[in-house]
């Protein structure tokens, strides 16, 4: 069974980093082929797609994140990273890692103060 750990949330500074990690289980052999992504959801809204790496390094960003947050993988590690730079409190929400929406973790707070 495919099961998916975050880690790495907590509190910061506006301007403040944070990275996130996500390691994945029971993949098997197949870890490195899979697209993974990051979502978040903040209260009251919808959760939303952040970021997402191929199993070809290709990576894709929502608008909001760009040139502030970087996607990466470690295969060996069947691991994916969230570099989180110059925060917002708009980022403030609950991470959660997934593969393409078929299994997802339980979550990451990460809250950003101003």
């Known amino acids: 069974q495919v099961q998916l750990v975050e880690s790495g949330g907590g509190l910061v500074q506006a301007g403040g980093s944070l990275r996130l990690s996500c390691a994945a289980s029971?993949?098997?052999?197949?870890?490195?082929?899979?697209?993974m992504e990051w979502h978040r959801q903040a209260p009251g809204k919808q959760r939303q797609l952040v970021a997402a790496i191929t199993g070809g390094d290709s990576r894709n960003y929502a608008d909001s994140v760009k040139g502030r947050f970087t996607i990466s993988r470690d295969n060996a590690k069947k691991t994916v990273y969230l570099q989180m730079n110059s925060l917002k409190p708009e980022d403030t929400a609950v991470y959660y890692c997934?593969?393409?929406?078929?299994?997802w973790g339980q979550g990451t707070q990460v809250t950003v103060s101003s």
């Open positions: 029971g993949t098997g052999n197949i870890f490195r082929f899979n697209t």
């Open positions: 997934s593969t393409q929406g078929a299994y």
